[in-house]
């Protein structure tokens, strides 16, 4: 092993995730929105003024941020900012250092589920503040994603949005997403779906104080939609769902039966290309292996026969589960912002 690869190898195992944690530290303090939001560079004892914190604290973690070339300083190592270019990128990258704590939580759970005679899974509504991350992430994220990778790739689905179509959202959680769609599209109904009752009631709430009467919300496994559902709609779409499931299959086929004949159906999901040998020393790989050991195993391994796909079980497993629920694939995205994520856009046969 030379220099080079050694010195690599020790920042992924150490330094980047005692950055990711300082990051995640000055996120949830404040740090980071008083240096957004300031024009000019900033002491410590501004920094910790402003954000009621102690100026020792504060000077040791923007200290890290700096040599973690994610804050900069001046030559006098006391002002700190953050380049304007970079505030952006920051301020949406940040939202996956949150991760870090929350495995951390975590940790004791998921030590448990990996030995043989331990539980099978943890449920995410144990551990709620994980919809809090994830609604901070979508809510980020929300108009790049439906303009870039969602309404112009199914086909006429925006002229039909507007004259009035039935559309479903399956694990809507908070209903970032679908709200946003329900304020767009008033000629429309949208239904928005969780096995989270009480995300669904902040998904009911926002939608009361903005205004939006084209919505609904209702408790729904996605496993065990009956033979006859009592509502089909037009257009139906879920992210990051399936891979979470004990049975995507049962899922699938569900799903198949809630569309009209003709009507569309989007799964978005991570979208792993090539074998594990493949994709060696590709980091955000990595990230969501480990991100499927904390969070998405546990959650889909809810008993023993689970299926417990995790989210990189690939695009050739994805197109094989929809094959075989019956639909018809239409159109396979491929992001080109958002690495990884693929649109597979299906359509029930009339």
């Not at 690599?8 to 957004?36: F, N, Q, W």
């Not at 301020?91 to 949150?98: L, M, V």
Request: aromatic share 8%; glycine share 8%; hydrophobic share 40%.
């Amino acid at each position: 092993m030379d220099a080079a690869e050694y010195g690599r190898m020790v920042d992924m195992y150490t330094a980047s995730g005692a950055v990711a944690s300082a990051i995640a530290l000055a996120k949830d303090l404040g740090v980071l929105e008083i240096l957004y939001k300031s024009e000019v560079p900033l002491t410590s004892q501004d920094i910790a003024d402003k954000g009621q914190l102690k100026e020792r604290y504060v000077r040791e973690l923007v200290s890290a941020l700096v040599t973690g070339g994610v804050v900069q300083v001046d030559s006098t190592s006391t002002l700190f900012h953050i380049n304007a270019e970079f505030k952006p990128v920051l301020r949406e990258k940040s939202i996956f250092t949150r991760m870090v704590p929350y495995f951390g939580e975590k940790y004791g759970s998921i030590l448990k589920c990996c030995t043989k005679d331990g539980p099978a899974g943890v449920r995410y509504s144990e551990h709620p503040v994980l919809f809090d991350m994830m609604d901070e992430m979508r809510a980020e994220t929300q108009n790049q994603l439906l303009d870039r990778d969602v309404l112009p790739v199914v086909p006429k689905l925006q002229e039909r949005l507007n004259s009035g179509i039935d559309v479903a959202e399956i694990g809507c959680a908070n209903g970032t997403l679908i709200l946003n769609l329900c304020a767009r599209y008033p000629a429309s109904h949208f239904t928005g779906s969780d096995v989270v009752e009480s995300v669904l009631d902040i998904a009911r709430s926002r939608a009361s104080d903005r205004g939006i009467s084209n919505s609904e919300f209702i408790t729904l496994n996605v496993c065990h939609i009956p033979d006859s559902p009592k509502k089909h709609y037009d257009w139906i779409f879920l992210r990051d769902v399936v891979h979470d499931l004990p049975d995507p299959e049962g899922c699938l086929s569900g799903i198949y039966r809630m569309l009209r004949p003709g009507g569309y159906f989007s799964m978005l999901d991570f979208g792993l290309q090539g074998s594990l040998h493949d994709n060696v020393g590709k980091v955000g790989i990595s990230y969501m292996y480990a991100s499927s050991t904390f969070i998405c195993l546990p959650e889909s391994y809810q008993e023993q026969q689970s299926a417990a796909l995790g989210p990189c079980f690939g695009v050739g497993k994805a197109r094989e589960l929809l094959l075989k629920a019956g639909f018809v694939l239409v159109h396979e995205h491929h992001s080109g912002w958002n690495e990884g994520e693929v649109h597979f856009v299906c359509q029930r046969p009339e």
